[in-house]
């Protein structure tokens, strides 16, 4: 088969997994949720010490352990540590969000990119992950997606119900920046819906710090607009952070923190 036919069926295929999405949603929203716990890893649970939920912003604290997260549309932010072998802390963030593109017939792609940056020291992680679907996500839906118990198979790492992963959730970040790159195809006219997560996590001695993270930014084809649900106005592809502009922001935020803490002991 031609390469050209090939592109088209993989296209296709693409647009096809989009639309068995799942109704009964929003169109846009921002969600926080934070939590310190005791974990027991000889029976895959944790007893819960501190958590909070936010639309835009949540933070728990109790002894050394501590989490917040912050969620913009297209720009969100995590932190997290933890200061002994038993405990463990967490933020995690979602924004969804519908894009209308207009100024054209048929079909096309998106081009888009997110820029993930911040400082890993000890045990600890970062996590992020892009999904689409035709159909709106709902708030209370990534909220418990969030909470994966032992043994569900349609939660982390797996992309919600119905829903295609552009970017797989990865734990691949380091002390840095990383930009993932993704394509997202549409229909001229119709609404497509994605849901970004974000979210740190520690546990023993560890500190997360990914506060100033993450930039996401969308292309449309030339000549095209994007309208979107909240009316939000989202940076270009190609405007998401550089590389060594996030890390400096990264590392002013970091020494931001660190002089706090210096300030209240």
Same mark, same amino acid.
């Given at each position: 088969? *031609? @390469?050209?036919?090939?592109?088209?069926?993989?296209?296709?295929?693409?647009?096809?997994?989009?639309?068995?999405?799942?109704a009964h949603a929003q169109a846009s929203f921002t969600l926080v949720r934070v939590q310190t716990e005791i974990a027991d890893p000889d029976v895959h649970d944790a007893t819960i010490v501190k958590q $909070?939920?936010?639309?835009?912003? /949540? /933070?728990?604290?109790?002894?050394?352990?501590? $989490?917040?997260?912050?969620?913009?549309?297209?720009?969100?932010? $995590?932190? /997290?540590?933890?200061?002994?072998?038993?405990?463990?802390?967490?933020?995690?963030?979602?924004?969804?969000?519908?894009?209308?593109?207009?100024?054209?017939?048929?079909?096309?792609? !998106? +081009?888009?990119?997110?820029?993930?940056?911040? +400082?890993?020291?000890?045990?600890?992680?970062?996590?992020?992950? !892009?999904?689409?679907?035709?159909?709106?996500?709902?708030?209370?839906? !990534?909220?418990?997606? @969030?909470?994966?118990?032992?043994?569900?198979?349609?939660?982390?790492?797996?992309?919600?119900?119905?829903?295609?992963?552009?970017?797989?959730?990865?734990?691949?970040?380091?002390?840095?920046?990383?930009?993932? +790159?993704?394509?997202? *195809?549409?229909?001229?006219?119709?609404?497509?819906?994605?849901?970004?997560?974000?979210?740190?996590?520690?546990?023993?001695?560890?500190?997360?710090?990914?506060?100033?993270?993450?930039?996401?930014?969308?292309?449309?084809?030339?000549?095209? /607009?994007?309208?979107?649900?909240?009316?939000?106005?989202?940076?270009?592809?190609?405007?998401?952070?550089?590389?060594?502009?996030?890390? +400096?922001?990264?590392?002013? @935020?970091?020494? @931001?923190?660190?002089?706090?803490?210096?300030?209240?002991?």
């Amino acid at each position: 088969m *031609p @390469l050209q036919a090939k592109a088209l069926l993989s296209f296709a295929a693409l647009l096809l997994a989009l639309s068995s999405g799942v109704a009964h949603a929003q169109a846009s929203f921002t969600l926080v949720r934070v939590q310190t716990e005791i974990a027991d890893p000889d029976v895959h649970d944790a007893t819960i010490v501190k958590q $909070a939920f936010g639309d835009t912003f /949540a /933070a728990a604290a109790q002894g050394s352990q501590s $989490a917040k997260g912050r969620a913009g549309f297209g720009n969100s932010g $995590a932190y /997290a540590v933890s200061g002994d072998d038993e405990h463990e802390a967490f933020a995690e963030t979602w924004w969804a969000e519908a894009f209308t593109v207009t100024g054209g017939t048929g079909q096309g792609a !998106l +081009t888009l990119a997110v820029s993930v940056s911040g +400082t890993l020291t000890g045990k600890g992680r970062a996590n992020y992950g !892009l999904f689409a679907r035709t159909q709106s996500f709902g708030k209370d839906e !990534l909220r418990d997606w @969030l909470d994966c118990a032992p043994g569900r198979t349609d939660c982390i790492p797996y992309a919600p119900p119905g829903s295609l992963a552009l970017i797989p959730v990865t734990a691949a970040f380091g002390s840095g920046t990383t930009v993932l +790159t993704a394509t997202l *195809p549409f229909t001229y006219g119709e609404p497509v819906h994605v849901a970004s997560y974000f979210g740190v996590e520690t546990w023993g001695i560890g500190e997360a710090s990914f506060y100033g993270s993450a930039h996401f930014g969308i292309t449309a084809p030339a000549g095209a /607009a994007i309208a979107t649900a909240s009316g939000a106005t989202y940076l270009a592809a190609a405007a998401v952070p550089e590389p060594a502009t996030a890390l +400096t922001m990264a590392l002013g @935020l970091a020494g @931001l923190l660190a002089a706090r803490r210096r300030a209240s002991n």
